[in-house]
């Protein structure tokens, strides 16, 4: 077993991304993720990689779309103002049909905000991360060793399904130090990418990279295809973690940081008789709607808690179709939920089914 070493958040991110193959990173400075930008400057030179600070977030998500294209693995890394100005680049990587990985740690908004942990880019992320209709595949992490193992699966998922993958993560998950195993460097296989644009030299079809189409037809044609492979996706890559849901009358749904605070809230709640469990959803696209509508079964009532005003919430409702009562919890701007908080909202909902 490989050793483990106590490493940050964003630092891990940033070496779980080189070991899994990435030698390509474009980025801007941003609080609270600018020691992943600072981790690839300092090591991407050594490996014969490139790092390349961008003038801004639009350029930097365009230069990833350049790499990507060509077939390499390529990322960058911000903060949500940084997020929201990648957005169209990002529908563009998506109009390409192009895998990547974006990482977003998290701060409070709208507009510059906070720089303290926040959950309030879910529907960005999972809803409208740009301009037409497409989807990104949303990882969110709770521990720093997820952070890491997430990595690998992004690209993985990426690939697969020719998309770009979000791994979301917020001010907390990054900044916070746990110790991590990591893989060795070079050990992951990367499979080769027979439509990338590298030169055909005669031998090949000539690739095109492209999400110009301007015959509606032919657009509305791609753009279904497109959901086909969505659809796949949804069917087969729905990922959670269920605590104690079982035998649940109140069954809690958070992710990421929030899931930290609920863990504690659930066994708190168990040690006083309440029947409580919680499904913590590991993809946040696709949602992991079969484990929630399995958990309603049994259930009576379900609690969203977020570290927002409530955004995830909507798409427990959609996956319950009113089957269940569900009710929300959440601090927002940079505040987090204490397992305290979580115990009385959990107490209230007990005390009415």
């Known amino acids: 077993m490989a050793e483990k070493v106590l490493m940050k958040g964003n630092e891990a991110l940033a070496e779980a991304a080189i070991c ?72 563009y990587i998506a109009g390409c049909d ?3 990985l974006i990482v977003n740690v998290q701060r409070g908004g709208p507009g510059l905000g906070g720089i303290q942990p926040s959950q309030a880019d879910y529907y960005q992320a999972t809803k409208a991360t740009g301009h037409g209709d497409f989807q990104l595949i949303v990882l969110a992490p709770s521990t720093v060793q997820e952070m890491v193992d997430m990595v690998f699966l992004a690209f993985e998922l990426a690939e697969k399904y020719r998309m770009p993958a979000m791994l979301f993560s917020d001010g907390l998950l990054g900044q916070m130090m746990e110790p991590v195993e990591l893989p060795e460097p070079g050990s992951v296989k990367i499979s080769e990418k027979p439509w990338a644009v590298t030169g055909h030299g005669n031998k090949r079809f000539h690739n095109i990279v492209n999400s110009l189409y301007l015959e509606p037809d032919l657009l509305e044609k791609t753009v279904r295809e497109r959901y086909e492979r969505y659809a796949q996706c949804q069917a087969a890559e729905q990922r959670c973690e269920e605590l104690m849901v079982d035998d649940a009358d109140i069954v809690l749904v958070a992710y990421g940081a929030s899931s930290r605070v609920c863990r504690s809230a659930v066994v708190d709640a168990r040690a006083q008789g309440i029947k409580a469990g919680m499904i913590r959803p590991i993809t946040v696209w696709p949602f992991p709607v079969d484990a929630i509508r399995k958990a309603a079964g049994h259930a009576k009532a379900f609690l969203s808690v977020e570290m927002s005003m409530g955004q995830m919430v909507d798409d427990v409702r959609l996956a319950l179709d009113g089957a269940r009562p569900t009710y929300f919890y959440g601090r927002t701007g940079g505040m987090i939920p204490s397992p305290a908080e979580v115990l009385e909202e959990i107490k209230k909902i007990q005390e009415g089914i």
């Not at 991407?44 to 990507?68: C, D, F, H, R, W």
């Open 98 to 100: 192009l895998p990547c």
């Open 20 to 91: 899994a193959g990435c030698h390509h990173f474009f980025g801007y400075p941003i609080t609270p993720q600018t020691e992943l930008a600072a981790y690839m400057a300092k090591k991407m030179p050594k490996i014969g990689g490139t790092y390349l600070q961008a003038e801004s977030e639009l350029a930097s998500i365009n230069m990833v779309l350049g790499a990507a294209a060509a077939g390499v693995r390529a990322m960058t890394s911000t903060s949500s103002p940084g997020l929201s100005l990648m957005t169209e680049g990002i529908s």
